[in-house]
């Protein structure tokens, strides 16, 4: 855990200034979650905010306080920039390293004002302020603690409580994932106090899913594939079944998933074609100590976490599962191993 200089960030926060947060691309429950929160906590001190996100996000977070709001650079780069440009302040929410935020990286390099990133992702770049902690399920629950650092806890009302629960219950699985702690769910209490409705957040969140999404999720089940030997299950989309299925981004957020709902399965991978470009999005997620993190940088140009990491490839499906399959044998001993 690392936590620098937020004495002189409360000094600096003292006075209004322009504010930018901005999320990784192809932002997230838990990105969407804590910039927004972020947002309207930052106002409350009369600051002036704009969220930038580099893309879009997915239609179930639209219905968050402002999501309207935020600025998306695809859309808007001109707006986007400007933004950038004049912020007093950069806030850095649930990424680590500016090269996931495509152009807007370049900007906030260019920018010379104070950086604060807020991150659960390993090994951070190093910015003016930084609090970074691995151990943490999700961002918004470290934006939780940072508001309470501030000595400003009784200003989480009930719009800036369902911004934080969604991003904690989205990237914990709905609280059921390894770092969800005791704190995780006494932070969860008391943001129901503060009027979260958590019957409203889970139908919007689970229950605001399109046609294509099902359609492409039983493609997807169809080709699931289960390597016993190796304890893994691995999945696929080609861009014609996205194309022919009115795809949009987020309808396969998850599906990974269901290669670990399988009994003993411990590692579960999906490879999806880009409907654009030239490459393949890979998605991993295991169980245990099997560290995906490790094997997408060693052999996907990705990264991530222990239990849930992205990469890419850029050869053609066939190939990228053949180089995939090669390199289980290297792993088939710690995935043999893992207790779960
Ligand atoms: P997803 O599979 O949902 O895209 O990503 C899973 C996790 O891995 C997320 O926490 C995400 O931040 C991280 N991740 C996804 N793609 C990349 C990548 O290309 N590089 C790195 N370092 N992390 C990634
Ligand atoms: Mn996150």
Redesign the pocket.
């Known amino acids: 855990m690392q936590m620098t200089n937020f004495d002189a960030l409360k000094e600096l926060l003292s006075t209004p200034k322009k504010i930018a947060i901005l999320p990784?691309k192809?932002p997230?429950g838990d990105a969407i979650g804590s910039t927004l929160a972020m947002y309207h906590y930052l106002r409350k001190h009369q600051h002036t905010c704009n969220i930038v996100a580099p893309n879009d996000f997915p239609k179930f977070l639209k219905w968050l306080p402002s999501a309207k709001e935020i600025v998306i650079a695809d859309y808007q780069p001109k707006r986007a920039e400007a933004i950038i440009h004049q912020a007093d302040i950069i806030f850095i929410l649930?990424?680590?390293?500016v090269t996931?935020i495509d152009d807007l990286g370049n900007w906030v390099e260019r920018s010379k004002a104070p950086k604060v990133l807020i991150d659960h992702?390993r090994e951070p770049d190093q910015f003016d302020f930084m609090y970074s902690d691995i151990e943490m399920p999700a961002t918004c629950q470290m934006v939780y603690n940072f508001i309470e650092a501030m000595g400003d806890v009784d200003l989480i009302d009930d719009v800036i409580a369902p911004c934080i629960y969604t991003g904690m219950m989205t990237d914990t699985g709905g609280f059921r994932f390894r770092n969800t702690s005791s704190s995780t769910h006494r932070i969860v209490a008391d943001l129901i106090d503060r009027g979260v409705e958590v019957d409203k957040v889970t139908s919007y969140v689970n229950d605001s899913q399109s046609e294509a999404r099902l359609k492409l999720l039983s493609l997807t089940l169809n080709n699931l594939t289960f390597l016993p030997e190796y304890r893994t299950a691995f999945m696929f989309l080609k861009r014609e079944d996205l194309l022919e299925n009115g795809f949009q981004k987020g309808d396969t957020?998850g599906f990974?998933n269901y290669g670990l709902s399988v009994e003993n399965y411990i590692f579960s991978v999906i490879f999806i074609e880009d409907t654009v470009h030239n490459f393949i999005?890979?998605?991993?997620?295991s169980k245990g100590d099997f560290d995906v993190?490790e094997l997408?940088?060693k052999y996907f140009?990705?990264?991530?976490?222990m239990n849930?990491?992205?990469?890419?490839s850029d050869v053609p499906m066939e190939e990228t599962i053949q180089f995939f399959k090669s390199i289980l044998p290297e792993y088939q001993e710690s995935l043999l191993k893992v207790e779960i």
């Not at 649930?94 to 390293?97: A, C, G, L, Q």
């Not at 999005?281 to 997620?285: E, N």
């Open positions: 990784h192809n997230d649930d990424f680590n390293t996931r992702h957020e990974v999005k890979i998605s991993l997620r993190n997408s940088r140009n990705g990264g991530g976490h849930a990491a992205g990469g890419r």
